[in-house]
DNA sequence: CATGAATGAGGGTTCATTCAT
DNA sequence: TATGAATGAACCCTCATTCAT
């Protein structure tokens, strides 16, 4: 709390009149700093029905642009770190964010369809396919301090796509670049 | 400090006899934990040279073991969770265990021969890739008690591994399982 | 002090205009709470001169309806838990409350003609008698929570009084009813 | 906390040693201070059914001796301020104390001898009456400062016992004196 | 080798008080 | 007259570490 008080120039007390509790804090950082991604996961979730593997891709875009975000990483590992003293983080941290995405995932890997385009075939295996190298990679760098990331997180993300396409790699443009 | 002075059937002072300090504890955690694992990473990278996927599938299998043991999760999660009080043991969580990793599995991706094998062209992300999936599996169920655990973990092996296959799926002895 | 705020309508910032400190809220809190109490009792002791049977009775029946009032039992529950942070509260309600009202008990049981009527013998001794059950009863109910209060607080005082008549209680009118 | 840690001559942090809290230090006080002599209420109570006029005095007496130690006191006045900010520590009190003396007291008001002994009728009134007197002196003297006790506190035994004596004061030997 | 009593720094939290607006 | 943001000291409690025995 004394960080978060310094970080933002006011005394560790004033802290108290934004938010009720450390819990509390740390549930405000997770709507402000994790829930837009979370939306934004559910928007493309619904809105992609009719193409899982296009859908996919585009989730694994946004764990990505997410996981770059010092902030996101640094609400999890405060999830993970807190989860002996202040159970009530962890246990909200997994109500809201991990079980979330679990559910959305596994919903775009449910049309039929599906299974011409992607050759995985256990659907809750598929999260941890596509979520897990780039958490891997953001807890790397962003909390063990890991110095070898990538610079370019797309080649990542295509590294991790490869595997449901098939052979069929369409390298020239397997996920839309942003232009940042 | 305490819990395992109790969990040890000692007096919390007692722990200093055998260890100067907390950040000295959990690095021989890591060593009686952690780095056998590491080792056998070692000699099955050393060993497994000529045959590059049939390597990464004993990696692979090696990490699912390790990352079913609570113990092994709980040092990551210490060395996660105490970086700002300790920052001495996320140094050594990072250095000995994680930069470990990344060479190890990028050494075994050298080989000319794996492109015939492995499709995955970037190097770097082979560490990710194989362990990513694992990692997350292990963090959301043993750190934040997410209670959608695979009962056998051999699936969601069998999901991160089937990329690197290029589609011909040896499905039935993907990887030797484990007559638990 | 946050309460008082509330409780008025203002802002917690706003106190401070009506009263310099949370001692000088207390003392204010004092005159308009108990003060009144007390100067009846003056009024009493001065008027009942010489009937002091009648006046010890009129005092209790004061003292009675005063401590019914739970802003009345509030200030001393104040003066007594603030003793450690709030000297000087605790100093203010001795000097203006308790040790006034000692003395104008004992006044009242200056008259020669109370040995006609009184049997207690010494008077310092009376506020205690008269005053004690009375108090006993208020921190009971207003500040322990004790839920065996009296409905009719007239039967406390009555018992109390008893000892005052040596032997001729004149039940019916002991003391004047109040219509509640 | 620190009042107490500094009393005992050891660090703050110490006294967690010895109590696990805030709550169950107050209950280890109200145990070794309080309780003995409720336990002496309750043997009196149980001894004493055949005479409760001897038995009402001798709990006046004890009681009397229990105010007169300041730390008896200073644990109600702790129950008393502390209710906001532990209401654990008020409810303890209530139930192991005041609740409990209520009941002794009725009980020795029991028996049908009683009647001819003592004229205060109302039994619930009786505590009030008896122990009133003797708190009122002792949260005077002790909490609130006031300056003018009684040396001898048999005064005021005398005072409140005489009026259930029924006019006949057995004046030299009310209550049995203690030698000090 | 082992204890257990003790420490002291720091943790989250509350609250009387101040002050620019 | 009134606000509300802010402070800083104090509060209860935890924990890594030390040390006499």
Redesign the pocket.
Known sequence: ???V?RAA?????????????????FKALVESRVSPLRENFERLAVAGASDPMGTLKSLALIAARGFSNPDVVAVMRLAIG?S???PEITNYYREHVVERMHSIVEVSSQPPSIEAQIRVVDKPAMTRVIIGPLLFEALSVHSLKVDRGFEDPQKLIDATLISFSGGRVPRANLVRRTKA
Do not use: C, H, P, T
């Open positions: 709390m004394e960080d008080a120039g006011i005394s560790k007390g004033a802290v108290y009149l934004y938010f009720d509790s450390k819990a509390a804090l807190l002996d003293r202040f």
